[in-house]
């Protein structure tokens, strides 16, 4: 995986994306399409598959164990709750 982070100079936050890119000829190539324009400086995490799949099983494992004291059902009322509080802040439903 390469994580690529563009910072915006003019005052703007800065944004990350994921990407999958193979690296060929000395060059990475995206496996899929990114929002960056020709010739943008960007900054380049690089994370072998295996270290990626490694770091989201620790963050998946971590969230279990702070759920595990509550009901599936309880959480997924408590998500559900948030989305239509969300939206209802976002488009005033």
């Known amino acids: 995986?390469?994580?690529?982070?563009?910072t915006f100079h003019k005052g703007?936050?800065?944004?990350?994306?994921?990407?999958?890119?193979?690296?060929e000829n000395g060059v990475f190539r995206p496996l899929q399409p990114v929002e960056i324009?020709?010739?943008?400086?960007?900054?380049?995490?690089?994370?072998?598959?295996?270290e990626w799949q490694s770091r989201f099983e620790r963050v998946i494992e971590k969230i279990h164990k702070k759920t595990?004291?509550?009901r599936a059902e309880d959480i997924e009322a408590?998500?559900?709750?948030?989305?239509?509080?969300?939206?209802?802040?976002?488009?005033?439903?």
Do not use: C, W
């Open 12 to 23: 703007g936050d800065g944004m990350s994306q994921v990407i999958e890119a193979i690296f």
């Open 78 to 93: 408590d998500i559900l709750f948030a989305v239509k509080e969300a939206r209802n802040r976002k488009y005033g439903d």
């Open 68 to 70: 595990a004291q509550y």
């Open 1 to 6: 995986m390469v994580y690529v982070h563009k």
């Open 37 to 50: 324009t020709d010739r943008e400086v960007v900054s380049i995490k690089i994370l072998s598959s295996g």
